[in-house]
């Protein structure tokens, strides 16, 4: 629990670990990153799309991590790779001082059952508690406050930030990164009603997650009712965002701020939602699929494509005109109907 | 924090429980429940609709619990009841492992003011905090990590998951099941406005939910402005819903996920509200009345049914089409009203 | 962690405080607030606007705050004030048992790192967790169960609701209110693709809050990629809002319940969105700015006033078949345009 020390490279430490083309002084130490208008002598900035190409001139940063092709337009060091943002995501691991921080061992106020397997190197932060039966992977880190429930597993590599919660019996892949406040494995929402009032369904499935998955703040994967929730590799879930029972999500999925998916929908590889969007129940969603923010999915979808729905906002009476309108435009339809066929009778 | 052990029953004792007449060997040892497809010789599948009675003839289920007109469909040991499906409910409480799971007593861990009232059989999690006042029924079960604040009480039975929050004064009925990292009593969002600046209305009200209420992981209701927020019995409450200052909620709704209610609205009984619907301030909807998902109440509804709005997804070329069309249409039903008139003058 | 005492005041004391013109018998204890109808003797009431005037007859309040020009219609003790609200907002916060209570000290349970520095009258709740090099000014309370990372600072007067997390490199000002649940400076969601798979952008910048900042319960607000997120003074945040990464808010503005924010996005002061209303990324929203519940904001604007999207719900047979005609949008209105032509030809 000690202050995080700032990391820092060399250029030409820098230059090998991206596998970068360095021109310029590799003796130089770089202690961060930042845009081309903020980045001082110590700090890295990077060139993703050519619209920035006019910050290059006047750039004091330290070194540019950008395309060789750009590489005229820089006149002061330069970091040549041939996808620089991607260069500035490797090299943005790097320096983020959480990542980089090892405290070693398990805190002395961590309650941790007997006979929990621990790997090598692995970190329990202050008052976590660890049930029965946990399975600790190499590596792994678990911050203050957050809880692992009976017979949950967690793959090398992963990090729990502080206050999160993995219920029991949950399977959790190498290298996941959970945010503080979301939960994995609370009970879906699951009742039966006998006509009168509801009883629940105990939901006896777990949550199964794969390799480099990552969730967001406040975010919950609710477990399976019979089989598992499922949520394949590379997965990346955003802050608030809400996965039902027995939902499965293919491989190098990326959901967006405040998605809500309901139960049991299937949701293909390589899919993009937007922020606030939602899916009905029992879906199907192809590979491939992107939708649009807030768009409500109430059907399967085949094709990949993009996808949406709803309006954008206007100005208020402007809107109210047109929402009252809505609710005539069936009939609107009808009225036009009745026009043609008179028009084409005329 | 023991393993929890998979619990087991014989099939004489699931139908004496069930009260469900069985045809096969009762002295079968059952240790789960499965689908009819996955389910093995110690495992209960069931049929709760027409369509699953084709895999009858191939299920490896140890027993089948379903309708005494499906029986003859069914060739090996069999469970007939009359609601299939609530029996399934029934039994699958029998088999989850934290609902069976006593631990007893108040972990060494977990800090409890002197006065608090504990009920027989209360067990306290590690690392829970129970402020000065309150009250835990019969049986009441804490997670660990969870907070119940000065003066709150919880009925007998209730159950709180690891790390949910219960602020001050709230009061909770009987079995209860609080889901991880749900928020019961955070202030309502009361502010008044002197002309410049916000000046915070202090959220003086508690709240005070019925009997059988299970509120999903982080999810927040509010605690009232000057009355209490107000949760009738057997209401259900998925995940990621927010319930603001003052709402009141009839008994036997259910709430899905990400549900949004503002201040003061009354739902009534036996409403349903599909996931990520938002109820606007102020409104009574009353008894009776489902809303499907993502869809937004601006007024109150007097008469039971079904209600939706919003539109659904669609390809987004086409979507943009209609969309543009949508800001212009009062436009054009005034240009179809001008058409008809002109065409019943020609 | 003492039960709170509820406070009284003489209204005597009440009308120096609230500096209004008390009329009647200045001795009595005043032990709360409630509504005109509920009020008892020892509670103040309000009438904030005209149409409670006419429960003032019957009301058995000890005293009412009520503007100058309704005070013939009071029979009983009244404080006049020019703005009753107002006073109401000042007078709940003197009868709130949390904002009013101080406990004192560090708690024997709390993890507090050797270097915190620590303000005056600083109180750290049961199981708290505060890392190395963070700063609590004077009257900080953190509530228990609550984390505070590595590095962050905490203005004076600020207070953590339980179960709170604030993750490293946040600078949050004076006066804060952070409700239970939330999540501060968790990462934003940034990842760069090889075309195969996701490569995380490790967020580098933090979270800087201004004074008098309220947060409600489950909201999170992450921390910036490079920059940071920015939440101007006296911003008010309800229950579950999630702000992305590198959005800043200014001044005075007010979220409502279950907001959604998109990454850069900057809204402007004195700003009001309802509940759910969703802002796409990289957006410039004026100032005085209001958006209606549930809209979606995919433009900048650059006007203030009130903005709107989205149809309210209506009978579901109805909605069906006018969303259907949704669908038809742009085929409508060119048949609309098409019998215009005919009809001019004609």
């Known amino acids: 629990m000690t202050h995080p020390a700032t990391p820092q490279f060399t250029l030409d430490d820098l230059a090998e670990r991206l596998g970068a083309h360095l021109v ?10 930042a845009t081309l208008k903020d980045a001082g002598p110590d700090q890295v900035a990077f060139v993703a799309n050519r619209s920035y190409l006019k910050d290059l001139a006047s750039s004091r940063a330290g070194a540019v991590l950008l395309h060789p092709e750009h590489a005229a337009a820089c006149p002061g060091a330069r970091l040549e790779l041939p996808n620089p943002y991607l260069g500035y995501a490797h090299l943005s691991q790097l320096f983020d001082p959480i990542l980089a921080r090892r405290e070693g061992g398990v805190h002395p106020s961590a309650v941790v059952a007997e006979d929990v397997a621990l790997g090598a190197r692995v970190e329990i932060g202050a008052n976590a508690v660890i049930e029965a ?8 880190r678990v911050g203050a406050g ?3 429930g009976a017979g949950s597993r967690l793959g090398a590599g992963s990090l729990l930030h502080p206050n999160v919660t993995v219920c029991h019996g949950v399977t959790i892949g190498e290298r996941a990164i959970l945010h503080s406040g979301c939960v994995i494995g609370g ?3 699951g009742f039966a009603h006998d006509g009168s009032r509801w009883h629940k369904i105990a939901q006896l499935g777990g949550v199964v997650m794969g390799d480099d998955v990552e969730v967001g703040s406040c975010s919950s994967i609710d477990r399976g009712a019979l089989d598992d929730t499922v949520i394949g590799n590379d997965v990346k879930i955003d802050s608030q965002v809400q996965i039902a029972h027995n939902v499965r999500i293919g ?9 809500g998916i309901a139960g049991s929908t299937r949701v293909g590889r390589n899919c993009m939602l937007g922020g606030g969007v939602g899916l009905s129940g029992h879906l199907t969603i192809c590979d491939g699929v992107q939708v649009t923010g807030m768009s409500l999915v109430t059907n399967s979808i085949h094709e990949p494509g993009v996808y949406s729905s709803g309006t954008g906002a206007m100005p208020n009476a402007q809107w ?3 929402a009252v309108r809505f609710k005539q435009l069936d009939e609107l339809a009808r009225r036009l109907t009745r026009l043609e066929k008179r028009s084409q009778e005329g």
């Open 251 to 259: 491989d190098h999925t990326a959901l967006a701020g405040c998605v």
């Open 320 to 322: 109210r005109k047109n």
């Open 146 to 148: 957050s809880f692992i």
């Open 24 to 33: 310029g002084d590799g003796s130089r130490w770089i202690r961060g990153l």
């Open 133 to 140: 039966g946990v399975e600790l992977g190499d590596d792994v």
């Open 187 to 189: 009970d879906g929402f």
